[in-house]
């Protein structure tokens, strides 16, 4: 059985001899509390130096990195070189390259815990890794370095403040002694009359190590969001004493042991390997042990993100027309036309705004309601998409603050909000709140759509779960495509595949091989070549209206599913073959007793599918970025898709070109493809 001695330099009371296991193998876990006495410390290490297989310690400052070099404590240096034969380690290597990982994967499913804050740093040099990476999240940062250190009343803001500050430390730290009353105790009365101190104390939230947090006074963290490295069990019973709302842990659990931190993490991977671990080893550990989903949030009080019962939308009209929907403009609906152009050019320069909520909508899996807060931008599409992204990019960010304000725990991107240039990326990255698109949703809808349309017309043949056709993707290489397609093999008899680059095609027909083994998957970089033999066609292309295949060749009974926008099939193609079935998209409807003081342009309860998602996210309680980019993951989409069917999602109507499709259209385009098919046979 491996030894791994561990000293934990800061404490003077937590010592034990403990059995633990690591991914089914046992290890001897020694510890020993010194006091920040070294030669205690010296003597400890020298007794088991012969008898463990490595040595851990914590509690002893960091190496401070700055431009052109570092620091490390002569003290620390020393404690590193006590052993000969076996290795010291402290944690700060897995540290360094775990944490800020992990704290960017919390941020993205977290916003609002980390967005748009004052954060504290109790030691910026201590935890510079971390520094760069809050940074990026549009934070005020105060640093309390020159107070930690030398209880000078004031702090350094940003990475070069802090560096010079470290250049004047250095030598200052150099002749000081570790030990408890060195570190200042950042008592709540020490900065009532200092300004700068005042400050710091007034920050949403503090970052700091386990060892910090047992040195220090907490009064001041009653109310306040706590990020640390490991929490122990004496310090959770603290913080919850104290009334710390929120506490961010970073350690990961790995291991059943209250005990168990970085530096003796890191002696654990250190003993599967004889030279020193390295960056390249520490993140091997992070894939093989897929850290990120161990990075937890405890909320002492029922007030974090996932309590919020609101969720925000944005939207935009969809023409010119849609522009006289506005409540100031619909007096002048009669006028749209000499006014149409006019109108567009000069709404476009204003700013996006609050339009109104839907309220009344309840899960039907746990009762939960929740309420939309829907706000429009007021460029059509054409102007979304001539404007630059940056411009667009700003509006949506400016609403998803207001949506903040508000309330809401997430916000959907609507229509064409969600192509403009990334597809949500920077707008979820500049976002108090998570960001989605809703395309997940509107994948699934759009296959509950082609499953109903295809009922309805009652001309292909079904055997159990699958039908005796033929389906075909247009544009199966591109996102919705892609999911499309490895959900309908499954489904059908066969399916075939096609885009205009060959070798995506045949790399998407191996996945969907891996998805369903037994599918029958033909490719091609023509529709044309198959459309006279398929029951079904989704068009899910970037032809921007060009023709992606000949509607005179489609086979009759065929029901045409265009997701596409603009339309792959004209109004005036669909109109040429009245025996073929085109449906444009399913829309949702949203379970509960809807009451919306908004004009979507449906009816009732009836909500776009992108708009859907987002409210099922906070029926579920999930606010994160779940959909983002032209990227659709397939696992999401059936997630989402079981969500649906848990909370009361279902499908509401079926849209054409011209709106609603009807039962008797439905009637009207069977009874032609009925008589066409039956001319064919006779």
Same mark, same amino acid.
């Given at each position: 059985?491996?030894?791994?001695?561990?000293?934990?330099?800061?404490?003077?009371?937590? *010592?034990?001899?403990?059995?633990?296991?690591?991914?089914?193998?046992?290890?001897?876990?020694?510890?020993?509390?010194?006091?920040?006495?070294?030669?205690?410390?010296?003597?400890?290490?020298?007794?088991?130096?012969?008898?463990?297989?490595?040595?851990?310690?914590?509690?002893?400052?960091?190496?401070?990195?700055?431009?052109?070099?570092?620091?490390?404590?002569?003290?620390?240096?020393?404690?590193?070189?006590?052993?000969?034969?076996?290795?010291?380690?402290?944690?700060?290597?897995?540290? @360094?390259?775990?944490?800020?990982?992990?704290?960017?994967?919390?941020?993205?499913?977290?916003?609002?815990?980390?967005?748009?804050? &004052?954060?504290?740093? %109790?030691?910026?040099?201590?935890?510079?890794?971390?520094?760069?990476?809050?940074?990026?999240?549009? *934070?005020?940062?105060?640093?309390?370095?020159?107070?930690? %250190?030398?209880?000078?009343?004031?702090?350094?803001?940003?990475?070069?403040?802090?560096?010079?500050?470290?250049?004047?430390?250095?030598?200052?730290?150099?002749?000081?002694?570790?030990?408890?009353?060195?570190?200042?105790?950042?008592?709540?009365?020490?900065?009532?009359?200092?300004? $700068?101190?005042?400050? =710091? =104390?007034?920050?949403?939230?503090?970052?700091?190590?386990?060892?910090?947090?047992?040195?220090?006074?907490?009064?001041?963290?009653?109310?306040?969001?706590?990020?640390?490295?490991?929490?122990?069990?004496?310090?959770?019973?603290?913080?919850?004493?104290?009334? +710390?709302? @929120?506490?961010?842990?970073?350690?990961?659990?790995?291991?059943?042991?209250?005990?168990?931190?970085?530096?003796?993490?890191?002696?654990?991977?250190q003993t599967y390997q004889e030279d020193h671990l390295r960056d390249d080893d520490v993140i091997r550990w992070i894939e093989k042990l897929e850290l990120s989903s161990e990075l937890r949030s405890f909320s002492k009080k029922s007030s974090t993100s996932a309590k919020r019962e609101k969720f925000a939308f944005i939207i935009h009209p969809l023409s010119t027309d849609h522009l006289f929907k506005h409540p100031l403009l619909k007096k002048f609906s009669k006028l749209k036309k000499p006014l149409g152009s006019l109108t567009e050019e000069v709404l476009a320069l204003s700013p996006g705004f609050f339009y109104g909520t839907i309220k009344g909508i309840k899960s039907e899996k746990n009762g939960k309601g929740v309420e939309g807060l829907i706000y429009s931008v007021t460029e059509t599409p054409r102007k979304l998409l001539e404007k630059e992204p940056q411009t667009i990019y700003k509006k949506l960010v400016n609403l998803a603050k207001?949506?903040?304000?508000?309330?809401?725990?997430?916000?959907?991107?609507?229509?064409?909000?969600?192509?403009?240039?990334?597809?949500?990326?920077?707008?979820?990255?500049?976002?108090?709140?998570?960001?989605?698109?809703?395309?997940?949703?509107?994948?699934?809808?759009?296959?509950?759509?082609?499953?109903?349309?295809? /009922?309805?017309?009652?001309?292909?043949?079904?055997?159990?779960?699958?039908?005796?056709?033929?389906?075909?993707?247009?544009?199966?290489?591109?996102?919705?495509?892609?999911?499309?397609? &490895?959900?309908?093999?499954?489904?059908?008899?066969?399916? #075939?595949?096609?885009?205009?680059?060959?070798?995506?095609?045949?790399?998407?027909?191996?996945?969907?091989?891996?998805?369903?083994?037994?599918?029958?998957?033909?490719?091609?970089?023509?529709?044309?070549? =198959?459309? $006279?033999?398929? @029951?079904?066609?989704?068009?899910?292309?970037?032809?921007?209206?060009?023709?992606?295949?000949?509607?005179?060749?489609?086979?009759?009974?065929?029901?045409?599913?265009?997701?596409?926008?603009?339309? @792959?099939?004209?109004?005036?193609?669909?109109?040429?073959?009245?025996?073929?079935?085109?449906?444009?998209?399913?829309? +949702?409807?949203?379970?509960? /007793?809807?009451?919306?003081?908004?004009?979507?342009?449906?009816?009732? *309860?009836?909500?776009?599918?992108?708009?859907?998602?987002?409210?099922?996210?906070? !029926?579920?309680? &999930?606010?994160?970025?779940?959909?983002?980019?032209?990227?659709?993951?397939?696992?999401?989409?059936?997630? #989402?898709?079981? !969500?649906?069917?848990? $909370?009361?999602?279902?499908?509401?109507?079926? !849209?054409?070109?011209?709106?609603?499709?009807?039962?008797?259209?439905?009637?009207?385009?069977?009874? $032609?493809?009925?008589?066409?098919?039956?001319?064919?046979?006779?």
């Amino acid at each position: 059985m491996k030894h791994i001695l561990s000293i934990a330099y800061s404490r003077d009371s937590i *010592n034990f001899d403990e059995i633990i296991n690591f991914r089914g193998e046992k290890f001897r876990l020694t510890q020993y509390s010194t006091n920040f006495d070294f030669d205690v410390t010296k003597d400890i290490v020298h007794k088991f130096e012969g008898q463990c297989d490595a040595i851990c310690i914590n509690g002893i400052p960091p190496k401070l990195k700055m431009k052109g070099g570092a620091f490390v404590h002569p003290q620390s240096d020393r404690i590193k070189g006590l052993s000969r034969g076996v290795p010291i380690v402290d944690g700060q290597l897995i540290k @360094d390259i775990y944490i800020p990982w992990a704290i960017r994967q919390f941020y993205f499913k977290n916003k609002k815990l980390l967005s748009n804050k &004052k954060m504290a740093f %109790y030691s910026g040099a201590f935890n510079s890794s971390l520094l760069d990476v809050v940074e990026e999240f549009d *934070n005020e940062v105060f640093l309390a370095d020159p107070y930690f %250190y030398l209880k000078l009343p004031f702090n350094v803001k940003g990475k070069s403040s802090l560096e010079k500050f470290i250049k004047f430390l250095a030598p200052v730290l150099k002749n000081l002694n570790l030990k408890r009353s060195n570190v200042a105790d950042f008592t709540l009365s020490h900065g009532e009359h200092t300004p $700068h101190l005042k400050e =710091f =104390f007034s920050a949403d939230v503090f970052v700091g190590n386990e060892t910090t947090f047992n040195l220090i006074d907490l009064q001041h963290l009653r109310g306040k969001t706590v990020v640390i490295d490991f929490l122990s069990p004496g310090l959770e019973s603290k913080f919850t004493e104290i009334g +710390v709302k @929120d506490v961010i842990v970073c350690m990961p659990r790995l291991i059943d042991n209250r005990h168990i931190n970085f530096s003796v993490l890191h002696a654990i991977f250190q003993t599967y390997q004889e030279d020193h671990l390295r960056d390249d080893d520490v993140i091997r550990w992070i894939e093989k042990l897929e850290l990120s989903s161990e990075l937890r949030s405890f909320s002492k009080k029922s007030s974090t993100s996932a309590k919020r019962e609101k969720f925000a939308f944005i939207i935009h009209p969809l023409s010119t027309d849609h522009l006289f929907k506005h409540p100031l403009l619909k007096k002048f609906s009669k006028l749209k036309k000499p006014l149409g152009s006019l109108t567009e050019e000069v709404l476009a320069l204003s700013p996006g705004f609050f339009y109104g909520t839907i309220k009344g909508i309840k899960s039907e899996k746990n009762g939960k309601g929740v309420e939309g807060l829907i706000y429009s931008v007021t460029e059509t599409p054409r102007k979304l998409l001539e404007k630059e992204p940056q411009t667009i990019y700003k509006k949506l960010v400016n609403l998803a603050k207001e949506a903040d304000k508000r309330g809401a725990g997430i916000i959907g991107l609507g229509a064409y909000t969600k192509i403009v240039g990334d597809a949500g990326v920077t707008v979820a990255n500049l976002s108090p709140i998570p960001v989605t698109t809703g395309n997940s949703l509107s994948a699934a809808s759009t296959l509950w759509a082609a499953k109903f349309a295809i /009922e309805k017309m009652g001309l292909v043949k079904k055997v159990g779960n699958t039908y005796l056709g033929k389906v075909m993707v247009v544009g199966a290489t591109g996102s919705i495509g892609a999911v499309s397609a &490895k959900i309908l093999a499954k489904s059908w008899n066969e399916i #075939i595949l096609v885009a205009p680059r060959a070798y995506k095609l045949l790399e998407l027909k191996e996945e969907i091989l891996n998805i369903a083994p037994n599918a029958e998957i033909k490719i091609s970089t023509s529709a044309d070549s =198959f459309s $006279h033999e398929c @029951d079904l066609i989704i068009t899910t292309t970037s032809a921007q209206g060009g023709k992606v295949l000949n509607i005179e060749d489609v086979k009759s009974g065929c029901v045409i599913c265009d997701v596409s926008r603009p339309f @792959d099939i004209s109004l005036e193609d669909s109109l040429l073959r009245p025996d073929v079935m085109v449906i444009a998209s399913g829309e +949702v409807q949203l379970p509960g /007793e809807i009451k919306s003081n908004v004009d979507l342009g449906l009816e009732g *309860n009836i909500v776009y599918a992108c708009l859907a998602e987002t409210a099922l996210l906070a !029926m579920e309680g &999930k606010l994160e970025s779940f959909t983002l980019s032209r990227n659709i993951n397939y696992e999401k989409v059936l997630e #989402i898709d079981r !969500m649906a069917k848990d $909370h009361g999602v279902r499908l509401s109507c079926i !849209m054409g070109h011209s709106g609603f499709i009807t039962d008797e259209e439905f009637e009207l385009c069977r009874a $032609h493809a009925t008589n066409k098919l039956s001319n064919y046979d006779s």
